[in-house]
């Protein structure tokens, strides 16, 4: 897919953005900042962004997926998953965008749908869709896997 320079920086800063916050807030391993611009090129090319990566410390790996539009001047995201999996790989939560639920677990319409996140207990909360609030709650849920 060829996108124009303004559409290309665009995808540059969402993942920029996602750069900072998986370095600065989730410590990943060394070989994440050594992988990390095949991934920026690839989504320049391809109009996704994928990442899988192991967080230091708690053994956990974080997974960002993310499907990019344009409407008008703005980047749009079209489509998104966001997972945080233990060290056996089993999905701890997840964050999606997918409009397969309209409640949440006490029967509430999600606040931002179709945004929404399966907790710890696979239960569907409301979500902001925001990657900043997902990464958040990582950091709180590997702390404690470090600490406990």
Same mark, same amino acid.
């Given at each position: ?9 665009? $995808? ?6 996602? %750069?900072?916050?998986?370095? /600065?807030?989730?410590?990943?391993? !060394? ?12 989504? =320049?090319?391809?109009? %996704? &962004?994928? =990442?899988?990566?192991?967080?230091? *410390? ?5 997974? $960002? +997926?993310? @499907? %990019? @539009?344009?409407? @008008? ?6 489509? +998104? ?22 409640? /949440? ?13 399966? /907790?710890?207990? *696979?239960? $569907? ?7 900043? /609030? &997902? ?8 702390? !404690?896997?470090?600490?406990?």
């Amino acid at each position: 897919m060829l996108y124009n320079s303004r559409q290309q920086g665009l $995808i540059i800063e969402r993942c920029w953005l996602i %750069y900072e916050l998986v370095s /600065d807030k989730l410590v990943p391993l !060394n070989e994440f900042h050594i992988r990390y611009p095949n991934l920026v090129e690839f989504a =320049l090319t391809s109009g %996704y &962004f994928k =990442l899988l990566v192991e967080i230091g *410390g708690s053994g956990h790996s974080i997974h $960002i +997926y993310e @499907e %990019y @539009e344009f409407a @008008e001047y703005k980047l749009v995201l079209k489509a +998104y998953v966001y997972i945080l999996f233990d060290k056996a790989k089993n999905s701890i939560i997840r964050a999606d965008s997918l409009p397969h639920h309209r409640l /949440d677990y006490k029967g509430h319409r999600l606040a931002h749908f179709p945004n929404h996140l399966h /907790d710890e207990m *696979g239960r $569907i909360c409301s979500f902001s869709g925001r990657i900043e /609030d &997902f990464v958040r709650r990582c950091c709180t849920i590997s702390e !404690n896997a470090v600490m406990g």
